[in-house]
């Protein structure tokens, strides 16, 4: 079931919404969160109910290891638990997402012919993995305690975090259920919520699946683009994956505060950012906790000499890539992001006025550092959505090729949205040459809104900082609106694939 749709908006929501409160409103707290889970369980199943047996079992595992953990006394039993939980883990993950991507390099690498299975990967479950590994390494390194089960089911399965994060953590999310407080219905933050709900599907529906048009077109057709158009596909890129992300970010954490549930900030709008470093700690926040807590520090940090940091910097955005997909152009993208993260930590070149202090040979104002990040940020994108590495090597022949073949107008054709109907048809009975003209005018429009609205405020500090007046309440209203009859278009979200 996707956020992004009718039967979601006007059944399951409602739906959920009532039982929540009137069961808790009956003072039937433990049935409430049942029903919850029930419900949460119903939304992940409704893709396909292959998956609700995968994250079921995945369930059961990890609350009986931490079960056997309240048994267990000593080091060394902890010490077992943590590797059997980790690997258990590790290996569902592997089979699951990665055992076709291993097979065929060794196939490749040693000439063998071991069949591929094809295995149908189960959404959201490196999301729903991270956050139960996460608890299970807390459980036997001894920083939390065994909670009740369907609190445990809950925190796991909470539909508006299941599918693509934020990757929420024990703490955050199983205090807030056992706090009654939060039982009953506060407008304050039902109004909030829905805003913020409001905010993110505009930003998928009306701007990422727009600019999906574009990109998908153009990176079927990477071997054909020139250098403008390589240039502005990419661009469009950049845009509709932040787009797409941050706007399922801010309806998890919308539909969340509907619930009085607070999660975890996701993004803080990193195209702001001046340096890759910082840029790393604005996008999917909760997955770089999740690497630096778990991965990044145990290694040893930034505590072991410079050669051991530059590793484990490598280390965790090697496996950053490499959680994002079972590809090799996953893991050159991490390693990309990886290389720029250690020159920044080099301090060679710093930005003036950064907050953070740090001695550095030269400083490069802040609008330069901006340059260079958003740049090559894009950059790395030809990793990112390539199918190969091929494809992704042939993108930068086009941009370095400097030519000019037109391919533009191809590209801009792609873009054939309903709100253009009657611009085009009106173009096609009396300027029919001007057409193409028109198509590339929209495309470059649609880049022009998407840079100008990355300027300012984001969807969550729109929301604090509303004051909830009439003009504000027309705006989202229209949005709503708008998001509503551009449904016809339903798409799913790119993190789905992760």
């Known amino acids: 079931m996707l956020f992004n749709s009718y039967i979601f908006i006007f059944l399951f929501l409602p739906l959920v919404l009532l039982g929540w409160y009137g069961l808790n409103r009956l003072h039937q707290y433990n049935l409430a969160m ?11 199943g409704y893709f396909n109910t292959y998956y609700l047996t995968i994250i079921i079992i995945s369930i059961l595992i990890n609350y009986f290891l931490s079960y056997l953990l309240t048994l267990a006394h000593g080091r060394t039993a902890r010490r077992i638990g943590l590797i059997s939980g980790t690997g258990i883990n590790l290996a569902v993950l592997f089979y699951f997402k990665y055992y076709d991507f291993f097979v065929e390099n060794i196939n490749s690498l040693f000439q063998t012919d071991f069949n591929l299975k094809h295995i149908l990967l189960p959404l959201g479950i490196s999301f729903f993995t991270f956050q139960q590994l996460s608890f299970i390494i807390d459980r036997c390194t001894g920083k939390t305690e065994h909670y009740s089960f369907i609190h445990y089911v809950a925190f796991v399965t909470f539909f508006p975090q299941l599918i693509a994060g934020p990757i929420v953590l024990y ?12 039982r009953s219905f506060q407008i304050q933050y039902f109004t909030k919520g829905l805003s913020l709900f409001i905010l993110g599907l505009s930003k998928k529906v009306l701007l990422a699946d727009t600019l999906a048009l574009t990109t998908n077109f153009g990176f079927a057709q990477t071997y054909f683009l020139d250098t403008p158009s390589t240039i502005l596909v990419t661009l469009a890129y950049t845009f509709q994956i932040y ?16 619930f009085n549930i607070q999660l975890p900030v996701n993004f803080n709008s990193p195209y ?20 630096i ?4 520090i145990p290694l040893g940090g930034s505590q072991k000499g410079t050669a051991r940091t530059i590793l484990n910097t490598m280390i965790v955005f090697s496996l950053s890539g490499l959680w994002h997909g079972a590809n090799w152009t996953y893991v050159a993208w991490g390693v990309m992001q990886g290389v720029l993260v250690v020159w920044d930590n080099l301090g060679i070149i710093g930005i003036k006025g950064a907050s953070e202090k740090s001695p550095s040979r030269f400083l490069i104002p802040k609008w330069l550092g901006w340059i260079f990040t958003f740049s090559f940020f894009n950059l790395s994108l030809f990793f990112f959505r390539s199918e190969n590495m091929a494809a992704a090597f042939q993108l930068f022949k086009n941009l370095f090729s400097f030519k000019s073949t037109g391919y533009l107008y191809k590209l801009a ?26 198509y590339i005018v929209l495309f470059l429009l649609i880049l022009a809104i998407s840079g100008f609205i990355l300027t300012r405020p984001n969807a969550l500090q729109m929301v604090e900082s509303s004051q909830y007046n009439s003009r504000f309440c027309w705006f989202i209203s229209l949005l709503f609106i708008w998001c509503l009859i551009s449904f016809s278009q339903v798409s799913t979200f790119i993190y789905f694939n992760f």
């Open 34 to 44: 049942v029903f919850l889970s029930g419900m949460s369980l119903w939304f992940y």
């Open 171 to 182: 703490k955050e999310i199983i205090p807030q259920f056992e706090d009654f407080t939060k």
């Open 243 to 258: 787009f797409d992300f941050s706007g399922y970010s801010d309806m998890a954490m919308g539909l969340a505060w509907m």
């Open 272 to 291: 702001k950012a001046c340096s890759v470093k910082e840029l790393w700690q604005r996008w999917h926040m909760t997955l770089s906790r999740f690497f």
């Open 293 to 296: 807590t778990y991965v990044y």
């Open 413 to 438: 054709a792609s873009m054939d949205i309903p709100e253009f109907y009657i611009v085009e048809q009106a173009l096609k009975l009396v300027f029919p040459d001007l057409l193409s003209m028109a």
